[in-house]
């Protein structure tokens, strides 16, 4: 039997259960599924559905989430920061703070529940952030019971980002004074400021903070890169001349489904092409054309010997789990991030 008010309830305890953003059901493929499902269901106007329908849910899972909180044998809590995107109606200027327990409940599963994603326009600072914090342990009757609270050293934008020694793809020369300048780091007044913001940050969350893993993740792969023989800096370099050339001087089409899917040309976006994970697809995909590329490519000079190959095959084959664990990182990361440039209430 059509009952339109219980579709209706249903749609909107989906979107609070499954942390999805309300504006989901204005998307064209899921009113084409609405119309293959029941096509006599006639969507509910966007008033109703915020004003009515979405708070009595979240209100429901909100109380569910305290409940299930004030029984728990054990609780940890994780800690995201991160900011806005580019050319969005956030913008740059808006950071986020995100909440999420993972529990231990009354009947020994480990669960998970999202406590809180709030926008921080602005800008970060560590007293906020933990003010903010503190405001939503207190809500769900979670401060002070954390046995670990997982986050990143702040601020976050401070702790360079790992690369590939010696490995600057699309011809972007500043990338090594860059990285110089963000190893050295700031020095002055600013530089005691970041220090001072994360000494309160440290102290504010207590001895229970750890790295997050993701982070964990980067610094080991940092040190082991630092660890590693000038030889292998030096053979990277080459290897991202040949790639420079060969992408600008070969044909595009020759070039489709090659190297690693990182073809984007001088006027992509170059801030994953400085991350290692990126740049070891990148690296990869050369690896596995070389053979092709030496043959559509006339610069003998730059085409990598079979030691140099060897070299970095190894290279790619040791950071392979790695590159594992950074994909499935990045990608819950991009997840929330989508879902969070839509989503700003508490």
């Known amino acids: 039997m059509f009952d339109q008010v219980l579709i209706s309830e249903a749609i909107a305890k989906m979107l609070v259960q499954d942390l999805q953003p309300a504006s989901l059901v204005d998307l064209r493929g899921f009113r084409e599924l609405l119309q293959l499902l029941e096509p006599r269901y006639t969507p509910e106007p966007p008033r109703y559905l915020h004003t009515q329908l979405l708070p009595a849910y979240a209100y ?21 920061l991160w900011r806005g995107f580019l050319g969005t109606t956030a913008g740059v200027n808006t950071g986020y703070l995100g909440v999420t327990c993972h529990f231990l409940s009354s009947d020994w599963q480990m669960r998970s529940a999202l406590l809180a994603c709030l926008p921080l326009v602005g800008g970060l600072s560590a007293n906020r952030v933990l003010a903010e914090f503190e405001e939503v342990c207190v809500a769900h009757g979670v401060s002070g019971r954390a046995f670990r609270v ?49 000494d309160w940050w440290e102290g504010g969350l207590g001895s229970g903070r750890i790295d997050c893993f993701c982070c964990s993740l980067g610094q080991c792969v940092r040190d082991g890169l630092l660890s590693s023989s000038p030889l292998l800096s030096s053979t990277l370099a080459k290897a991202s001349s040949f790639y420079n050339y060969v992408t600008s001087a070969v044909p595009h089409d020759k070039l489709v489904g090659l190297l690693g899917g990182g ?7 170059r ?47 040791t950071l392979e789990p790695f ?5 499935m990182v990045h ?15 508490r």
């Open 323 to 327: 590159t594992e664990a950074w994909d």
């Open 263 to 269: 073809l984007g040309g001088a006027g992509s976006s």
């Open 150 to 198: 997982v986050a990143d050293p702040f601020p976050a934008e401070t702790h360079p980002s790992c690369r590939l020694p010696g490995f600057c793809i699309h011809g972007n020369p500043g990338d090594d004074a860059d990285e110089e300048e963000e190893e050295s780091g700031d020095e002055g007044g600013e530089r005691e400021g970041e220090v001072e913001q994360e």
């Open 271 to 317: 801030a994953g092409e400085r991350d290692w994970a990126v740049q070891l697809k990148v690296l990869r995909g050369l690896l596995d054309s070389a053979e092709f590329l030496e043959d559509v490519s006339d610069r003998a000079d730059l085409v990598l010997s079979g030691q140099e190959v060897a070299l970095l095959r190894e290279l790619t084959d």
């Open 60 to 80: 429901q899972a909100q109380l569910a989430t305290r409940q299930a909180l004030a029984s728990a044998l054990s609780l940890s809590l994780s800690v995201s």
């Open 331 to 345: 990608t819950h990361r991009q997840v929330r991030d989508r879902q969070t440039d839509t989503r700003t209430d």
